[in-house]
T-cell receptor
């Protein structure tokens, strides 16, 4: 079974600064997808960024980028120019690329605080 | 965009009663829906995978007779918590995918907070 580990229960960052959230995962599969989801106080899950394992290029979405190290099974999220609205729980998630509609496996989350 | 709704957003019920939670895909047909449970300050744990027209597949440790899942149409899945107890109090979240493959994006509903007194 796949597992996802987020070793930072809480992080904080000054507004406009950069912060990196860590995520490692364990799998024996070679093809899969990795995600970062944001869960604000409203509890609505919001997709932040997605990475296909077969792609070497790191995904980026505006201020959000990832550092995907497949050999190390590491998938960190970098948030640049942090904004107050970035404060939320961030979950790293894994999804198998095997046939069929596979579910997401989530890490325990990192609570990010943004300091004005 | 793809929108998934859940109803109710929060519900309080007495111990021993049953509660039904609806998950609807509003602007797309969902071949597969997933039900997750989230305890306070914890992660989302998959409860079951629901495919339209077939029986749900439950994760190990999830009682299928207690958490009844029905996916009768391509836009609606329901989760019924039967004979609810205080330990069933939690946040329940559904997600839905258009297609039947792992490349299909999962869209999340806003969740339902269940409190059992």
């Amino acid at each position: 079974a796949q597992t996802v580990t987020q070793s930072q229960p809480e992080m904080s960052v000054q507004e406009a600064e950069t912060v990196t959230l860590s995520c490692t995962y364990d799998t024996s599969e070679s093809d899969y997808y990795l995600f970062w989801y944001k869960q604000p106080p409203s509890r609505q899950m919001i997709l932040v960024i997605r990475q296909e394992a077969y792609k070497q290029q790191n995904a980026t979405e505006n201020r959000f980028s990832v550092n995907f190290q497949k050999a190390a099974k590491s998938f960190s999220l970098k948030i640049s120019d942090s904004q107050l609205g970035d404060a939320a729980m961030y979950f790293c998630a894994y999804r198998s690329a095997r046939s069929g509609n596979t579910p997401l496996v989530f890490g325990k989350g990192t609570r990010l605080s943004v300091i004005a | 965009g793809a929108v998934v709704s859940q109803h109710p957003s929060r519900v309080i019920c007495k111990s021993g009663t049953s509660v039904k939670i609806e998950c609807r895909s509003l602007d797309f047909q969902a071949t597969t829906m997933f039900w997750y449970r989230q305890f306070p300050k914890q992660s989302l744990m998959l409860m079951a995978t629901s495919n339209e027209g077939s029986k749900a597949t439950y994760e190990q440790g999830v009682e299928k007779d207690k958490f009844l899942i029905n996916h009768a149409s391509l836009t609606l899945s329901t989760l019924t918590v039967t004979s609810a107890h205080p330990e069933d109090s939690s946040f329940y979240i559904c997600s839905a995918s258009r297609g039947a493959g792992s490349t299909d994006t999962q869209y999340f509903g806003p969740g339902t907070r269940l409190t059992v007194l």
